[in-house]
């Protein structure tokens, strides 16, 4: 029986930063952009944006951004609170990196925890269907950024990553 104890990760896991929702509003005709950002410095300035990039008709992709500040984006979102999430999912000095194939023939290299998370995700594919497509009229759920959002967000709070009130949050986010 060793006495060693268990190798621990270097970076606290009790230590915080603020995740949040951002909605980007076009108009009222159309759904709000969303995506998720997680400031490296807990309030502000440049972090990390999550998010699926595309269209009902022709689906989605995953798109990961490591310096995003949304202050200078000319889109202005608007920013809300999500929760806390612990610092062991975000990357490192050193991160070690995933390369996740989808089946879009995307490919993206995930450098923490959460981006990997993020990347299990399905981006949703195509759930608009032509005027032109011929065959039966049936009742298809539209999938978008705000679905894959809502089973990110739910999948944190499954794995005890963000807090159970983010789902609340989220489903009381401006949809357009």
Not at 140 to 157: E, G
Not at 164 to 175: K, T
Request: charged content about 20%; hydrophobic content about 30%.
């Amino acid at each position: 029986m060793s006495t060693d104890p268990e190798p621990r990760d270097t970076v606290s896991t009790t230590s915080k930063l603020k995740a949040y929702l951002l909605c980007y509003v076009p108009s009222p005709l159309f759904p709000c952009h969303w995506s998720l950002w997680i400031p490296f410095n807990g309030q502000s300035g440049p972090g990390m944006r999550i998010h699926v990039t595309g269209d009902a008709r022709n689906g989605f992709q995953h798109d990961i951004e490591r310096a995003y500040d949304p202050k200078q984006d000319d889109r202005h979102p608007k920013v809300i609170e999500l929760g806390n999430i612990n610092t062991s999912s975000l990357p490192g000095k050193e991160p070690v990196c995933f390369v996740i194939s989808g089946v879009s023939d995307e490919t993206l290299v995930a450098c923490s925890a959460l981006e990997y998370l993020s990347l299990t995700i399905p981006a949703p594919g195509p759930s608009l269907k032509s005027s032109s497509t011929t065959g039966g009229r049936l009742r298809v759920k539209i999938q978008n950024c705000q679905t894959w959002l809502r089973q990110l967000v739910d999948s944190m709070i499954d794995k005890g990553v963000i807090g159970a009130e983010a789902r609340h949050i989220v489903d009381q986010a401006p949809q357009h």
